[in-house]
């Protein structure tokens, strides 16, 4: 599924991420691999890439079930700032709506 934002994201107790920054066959191999033998939902974070790289995951969605969003590029820790973040941040969020209801 294409997402705007973590919080689109199904709940999971585990999830494999892939960043993509201008490796699309990299990223392929592994995006193929995680899903083959993984055996949890897959996340492929692509980084402006400039290399059409999008467009080829986004084909890639009609035929595998993957996660894709757009991301900034960044700093390697801050991108894994940015997921951690707001993972952390929708889980707090469900558990305080799970606890009022």
Do not use: W
């Not at 490796?23 to 996340?43: D, E």
Request: hydrophobic fraction near 45%; proline fraction near 2%; glycine fraction near 2%.
């Amino acid at each position: 599924m294409l997402i705007d934002n973590l919080s689109q994201l199904a709940s999971a107790s585990q999830r494999a991420v892939i960043i993509n920054v201008g490796t699309k066959l990299v990223s392929t191999l592994a995006l193929l691999s995680a899903l083959r033998y993984s055996r949890m939902p897959v996340l492929l974070v692509d980084c402006a890439a400039k290399d059409e790289s999008f467009n080829h995951f986004d084909a890639l969605m009609h035929r595998y079930d993957f996660d894709l969003m757009k991301a900034p590029l960044r700093s390697h820790g801050k991108t894994l700032d940015f997921l951690f973040e707001r993972s952390l941040r929708h889980d707090l969020e469900s558990r305080r709506r799970r606890r009022s209801a």
